[in-house]
């Protein structure tokens, strides 16, 4: 009789377009689901002029109003001048694909912290993002 025992394989959830996601992934807003920045970072990650691809993140922050506000940050190397009309065409191009976002945030390349291996640490994103807004 084999002694080794069997670990169970911990399967993540499976979105509607197939593709497997975790459930910190998905923002859940009264109105909506928004696979957590998934969808959001892809739509925007070149596909607006003066957003750095691969340098957006969605995240959800807790919100008085509405529970949770959806927040998209990205990385640019527009100048501060240019930053409220880039954020209305981040708006603009997000609403195409119908997702409503609360605020969109536009800081400097290299802000948006990442893991060692380069991937988004949106929870620290939405943590740093928290604190900002409970101090104004």
Do not use: W, Y
Not at 108 to 117: F, K, L
């Amino acid at each position: 009789m084999n002694t080794r025992t069997r670990r169970r394989r911990r399967t993540p959830r499976r979105s509607p377009r197939g593709s497997a996601r975790s459930c910190a992934e998905t923002l859940a807003v009264p109105a909506h689901a928004v696979a957590g920045g998934l969808e959001v970072e892809a739509d925007l990650g070149g596909g607006v002029e003066g957003v750095r691809a691969g340098c957006v993140a969605a995240v959800g922050i807790p919100s008085e109003r509405s529970g949770t506000e959806i927040v998209v940050v990205a990385e640019t190397k527009a100048a501060a001048a240019e930053h409220p009309q880039l954020a209305r065409r981040v708006r603009e191009a997000l609403r195409l694909r119908g997702i409503a976002v609360d605020r969109v945030a536009l800081v400097a390349p290299g802000e948006i912290p990442r893991t060692t291996s380069g991937k988004v640490r949106r929870r620290e994103v939405a943590r740093t993002l928290a604190q900002a807004l409970a101090r104004q």
